[in-house]
Structure formats: C-alpha cells, structure tokens
C-alpha cells in the first residue's frame, strides 16, 4: 500500500458539498482507504486572482494503484462532478480539483501528465496550511523539508481562513 497526500479544492457551486462528495467517491473505491482529512479552508484563488475565492482541504489516503492508475481515478471522480478541462488554460474555475501531492516519497515525472511530488505545492499557502493538519512533519522527497518548513517560507502566502469564519471583504 502507498500513502498518498491530495490537495482538493473547489469555487464553482456548493464548494463544500463537491469536496466532500469527492472524498466520499474515493473511499468507495475498494483500492483506497482515507487515514486522515484536514479542516476545511476559504482560500484566496491562486494564479488567476479573478475568480470566486476556494473551499480547500488536504487527505492522507492509503491505496495499492500504482501513480498512473490512482490519478485515473481521481480524474474519473472529477469528471463525474462536472469538472471540465480546458486545453492550455490553467487556474480556471472548477467545480472540484483534486491533486496528487505525494505519493509515498516518490519523485516522478511523466512530462504534463502527471508530477510527484506536485511540482507547485511549496509554493502555495492553500496547499500548505490543510496538509499541516494532515501531517506537518511530513517530509518533501526533492526539497528535504517538512510541511511545517514549506509553510515557514513562503514569501507571500495567499489568504488561508477557516471556513466559516468572516472573510475580508472581496473585490
């Protein structure tokens, strides 16, 4: 079995609602077991800013797929809740996102399809601060840091706010 860490996030429709009903679709598959998931998280949008803010979290998962076979079901799982892909657009709003952030400690890349460990996760707050819950001490296998060292870093972390505490006014 591999422990797997996802990111998965939402700003289209009842963002809480398409989080969890991902969560749930994975644990129906008999390949995957959840360990751990994180609090739920109002986010500011990454990369393209003018958009509806996210509801984000983090899980830690364990599953025997191998990469490829496990991100074809997390692809299936947002596809049958309306996600659409568009083709070189990134950042667009979605009705649910999930990302493979670590599979076990492995390091791989198979050119735009698919990058383990996720190749922007140490750059991102809204990443960051749910995998904290998840598992702070976890270490990244390229950079050589914890969770809780990424997190330290960041030069200029977006909004991370728990969800269902007032927001600052949006423009």
Known sequence: MARVFLSLGSNIGDRLANIQQAVSMLSMSD????????????????????QNWFVNAAVALDTNLAPLEFLKLCQSVEKQLGRIRTENKKW???TIDIDILMYDNLVLSIDTTLNIPHPYMHKRAFVLVPMLEVKSDLVHPVFNKT????????????????????LPKQE
């Open 31 to 50: 390949d995957v077991s959840i360990v751990k998931s994180s609090s739920f998280y109002e986010t500011e949008p990454w990369g393209n800013v003018n």
């Open 147 to 166: 969770i809780s060292e990424l997190y330290d870093e960041l030069e200029y972390p977006e909004d991370v706010f728990l969800y269902g505490t007032i």
């Open 92 to 94: 667009l709003e979605r």
